[in-house]
């Protein structure tokens, strides 16, 4: 299930934050930390089974009521298992009210996922 990030889980978000092509370098990674924890229409959540495995990042642009996925990551122990496709379902079935769209970082993956 999706939950909430919380500052109790940052290490292991940043773990899988760092996944990410683009968040490589440490300083740009604390920096979208720093974000993900003050900025209001950034939300960070975790995807929890037994452990916690994967991560999504999300800006809310309230002018088009959409949700952009920044940033999507799962350890790699448990890839290519339907993780990614089921957090990506879970964000939709959360807010489905809003249009959920992906960035240039995100959209390989997130334009797999239609039937999501
Ligand atoms: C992308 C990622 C989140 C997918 O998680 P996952 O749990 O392995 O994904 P699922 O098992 O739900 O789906 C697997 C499918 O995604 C595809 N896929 C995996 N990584 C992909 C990528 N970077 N771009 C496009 N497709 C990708 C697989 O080829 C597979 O395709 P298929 O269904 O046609 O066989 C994971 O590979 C990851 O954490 N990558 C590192 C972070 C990253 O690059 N994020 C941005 C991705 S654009």
Not at 2 to 25: H, Q, V
Not at 34 to 54: A, N, P, S, V
Not at 83 to 104: F, H, P, Q, S, T
Request: proline share 2%.
């Amino acid at each position: 299930m999706l939950i909430r990030y919380k500052k109790t889980l940052e290490k292991i978000a940043m773990g899988l934050l760092s996944f990410m092509p683009n968040e490589k370098d440490l300083k740009k990674l604390q920096q979208t930390m720093r974000e993900y924890e003050t900025e209001e229409d950034w939300q960070l959540f975790l995807w929890k089974e037994e452990d916690i495995i994967g991560l999504l990042g999300v800006l809310y642009h309230k002018d088009t009521n959409s949700l952009e996925i920044q940033h999507i990551s799962v350890n790699p122990s448990h890839r290519f298992q339907g993780v990614g496709k089921r957090m990506v379902k879970a964000l939709k079935e959360m807010y489905a009210d809003k249009e959920i769209i992906a960035n240039e970082n995100t959209a390989g993956f997130i334009e797999k996922c239609d039937i999501c």
